[in-house]
């Protein structure tokens, strides 16, 4: 089992950058694949992206390739998304979620989230 507490949401101008952290609490931290989600006013989740548990594997969506990294510190148990050259339609709540095996796949931990809002 393992618990995800996401941090680091905001108001931000479009243009600007964020960081979004994920501290995971509980057993063998550095196990599970993580990844990051969001979910917009009035849609469904959607993936933004994962890093596997080495950190040597990351995976984006398309609409934030070059824009996002997501990286990892399993010394400090937290899974961080960077998120450059924000747009309004980054607007979303963002989940860290984790999941055992490979970073695709259906996730089996979630946390709250935290709210991104990106002002045009």
């Known amino acids: 089992q393992v618990q995800l507490v996401e941090s680091g949401g905001g108001l931000v101008q479009a243009g600007g950058s964020l960081r979004l952290s994920c501290a995971a609490s509980?057993?063998?931290?550095?196990?599970?694949?993580m990844g990051w989600f969001r979910q917009a006013p009035g849609k469904e989740r959607e993936f933004v992206a994962a890093?596997?548990?080495?950190?040597?594997?990351?995976y984006y969506a398309d609409s934030v390739k070059g824009r996002f990294t997501i990286s990892r510190d399993n010394a400090k148990n937290t899974v961080y998304l960077q998120m450059n050259s924000l747009k309004p339609e980054d607007t979303a709540v963002y989940y860290c979620?984790?999941?055992?095996?490979?970073?695709?796949?259906?996730?089996?931990?979630w946390g709250l989230g935290t709210r991104v809002t990106v002002s045009s």
């Open positions: 890093v596997s548990w080495s950190g040597g594997n990351t």
């Open positions: 509980g057993r063998a931290f550095s196990r599970y694949a």
């Open positions: 979620a984790a999941r055992g095996g490979p970073a695709l796949g259906q996730y089996d931990y």
